[in-house]
């Protein structure tokens, strides 16, 4: 694989770059083949339905301090922190689908992106209504190393050996 990004490299004698496979849909957002609408369509709903059941879980935490009676501003600030988080989450996210993330900033913010997991689940529900998450990304990625082999190839023709001196 290519370092700068995820464009696996061009072994000696292919026909050029290969994509790089998304989650949840492979290579098939290459050529929107092979159940592609239906892949887009599971995974919108997938999430939506997992963000569902995150805030249901996140209400009975919510009950779990009401009955616990910790104090009105306890429970403000909990609210508050899985609010933050989630918006912070839903950016992060979100920017990662149209370029890669740095990854000591990624490490850095793990903790976060945990507490506001719902964030990060809308964000890829909002993305799958358009396109596989990150695959305007990956399309501009493969298509640079597609733009980068055929110049490559196109320079390497000939007998360097054959060629006229001026």
């Not at 592609?36 to 919510?62: E, K, N, P, Q």
């Not at 055929?150 to 050996?161: F, Y």
Request: charged share 25%; proline share 7%; aromatic share 10%.
């Amino acid at each position: 694989m290519s370092d700068e990004n995820g464009t696996p490299e061009t072994p000696a004698g292919s026909a050029g770059p290969r994509p790089e496979p998304l989650r949840f849909f492979g290579t098939t957002w290459v050529h929107h083949d092979h159940g592609y609408a239906a892949r887009r369509i599971g995974v919108a709903a997938g999430s939506l339905l997992a963000a569902a059941a995150a805030c249901f879980v996140l209400r009975f935490a919510y009950e779990g301090l009401q009955i616990a009676d910790s104090g009105p501003f306890v429970t403000f600030l909990v609210v508050v922190m899985f609010a933050v988080c989630s918006a912070l989450a839903f950016r992060h996210t979100w920017e990662s689908f149209t370029k890669r993330p740095d990854p000591g900033r990624q490490a850095s913010l793990r903790g976060l992106l945990a507490i506001g997991f719902i964030g990060s689940l809308l964000a890829y529900f909002v993305r799958s209504l358009t396109e596989a998450p990150g695959e305007k990304l990956h399309r501009e990625e493969y298509e640079q190393a597609r733009e980068r082999f055929a110049r490559r190839a196109t320079r390497r023709s000939g007998n360097p050996k054959k060629r006229r001196r001026p």
